[in-house]
């Protein structure tokens, strides 16, 4: 468990959700990135992970047959784990926020700003160490920065060719 409580595992889709509380917003955060780390250390397998870390509300939904979970807080965390390459633990600044200190040998890297959702942007950090994640900056990241310049000077052009316009000539 984490925190000494139990946690619950949803699968969704070809990932898992892991969905856990504890009575201090700290000690889960800490929690979760330790025990993390700790797995990828050992991990040796060819599956490589995606990882995207969110602290958020949910709502406990009592079915028939166990308990579902609902809210913004699931939405955001896949988001984010969709933002990350093979071997990437991202994490929302929610999620950093609460991490009183970083384990030893641990970086975390802001990468900026993105949208996680549609029209919803989240300041994404990187997680990583020296024998667990990667410590490149996602894929996604890089062509949101490449992108930038251009949709500048395509504003640009377009202000110059509406003055032009505006010019009998």
Known sequence: GLCGKPFHLISSGSGLTLVASCDGAADL???VVISVQEFLKDWDSPIHLRIGLHFGLLETIELNDGVAYAGSAI????GIMQCADQDHILASSDFIERLPRPPRKMRIVDLGEI???HRYRKSVWNIFGDDFGNRRAPRRFILAILQEPVLIVLEHLSSVSRSLDGLNL
Do not use: H, I
Not at 75 to 78: C, I, L, M, R, S
């Open 29 to 31: 955060t800490r929690s």
């Open 75 to 78: 939405g955001v965390a896949q």
């Open 115 to 117: 949208e996680v959702r």
